[in-house]
């Protein structure tokens, strides 16, 4: 087993840990809630703490029942294929809250995204048309912080793409397995594992996480 001592300038992004993704949501991972003790017991030894939320207005362009379509099923739209999802995620509701086991009081920053009626966002840190930022690389940026380790959900979407962009953002990026679960969509966690490989993201497990850090109190 390689161990990886968490530094002071590593920060942790928990991706999308909210009721629809969980178990009896609109768009729920299998064994989603299974992140969330892990995602607990990590959170607190880190010095930057992220938490993102999907967060769309009604009527949005990823949801099937927008275009009459089906969920699950792919179109193009103006920045390219897009999976329809079934309606998730609403701005201001209880599915778009996140998890009520979530517990990271130390998380400093929510980042929200697929805000913008036209366009998803998998990504924290650029939209689906791969050119609108979200404000997460800056932050990152102000915050000192050089790499990155991402839990949540789901691994083969919005965890993906994050760890990708990060990657593109000039970040090291590590991926805890563990404290993450994948939808698998016609084979997508494996494409997913395969694309952060070879961006070189590395894949580890919180048994992998070595914490010089002392949580407070
Ligand atoms: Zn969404």
Redesign the pocket.
């Known amino acids: 087993m390689t161990t990886i001592e968490i530094a002071p300038a590593d920060a942790l992004i928990v991706i999308d840990v909210q009721n629809d993704f969980c178990a009896g949501g609109a768009l729920a991972v299998p064994d989603g809630d299974a992140v969330v003790p892990l995602v607990n017991r990590v959170a607190r030894h880190f010095n930057v703490v992220v938490l993102t939320q999907?967060w769309?207005t009604p009527g949005h362009a990823?949801f099937a029942s927008t275009h009459g379509g089906q969920p699950f099923q792919t179109i193009e739209l103006a920045y390219g294929s897009q999976v329809l999802?079934p309606d998730?995620?609403v701005m201001g509701t209880s599915g778009a809250a996140l998890h009520p086991d979530l517990d990271v009081p130390g998380a400093q920053m929510i980042i929200r995204k697929?805000f913008h009626p036209a366009v998803?966002s998998y990504s924290a840190f650029v939209e689906a048309d791969h050119a609108t930022r979200t404000g997460l690389a800056g932050y990152l940026a102000e915050r000192a912080v050089k790499r990155i380790f991402i839990g949540g959900l789901a691994t083969d979407f919005c965890v993906g793409w994050t760890a990708l962009d990060g990657r593109a953002a000039g970040f090291e990026v590590a991926v805890i397995e563990d404290a993450c679960r994948g939808i698998d969509l016609d084979g997508s966690l494996e494409r997913a594992w395969r694309d952060m490989t070879a961006a070189g993201v590395r894949r580890c497990s919180s048994q992998d996480l070595v914490f010089p850090i002392s949580p407070p109190g």
Do not use: A, I, M, R
Request: aromatic share 12%; with cysteine; glycine share 12%.
């Open positions: 999907d769309h990823s999802w998730h995620c697929g998803d």
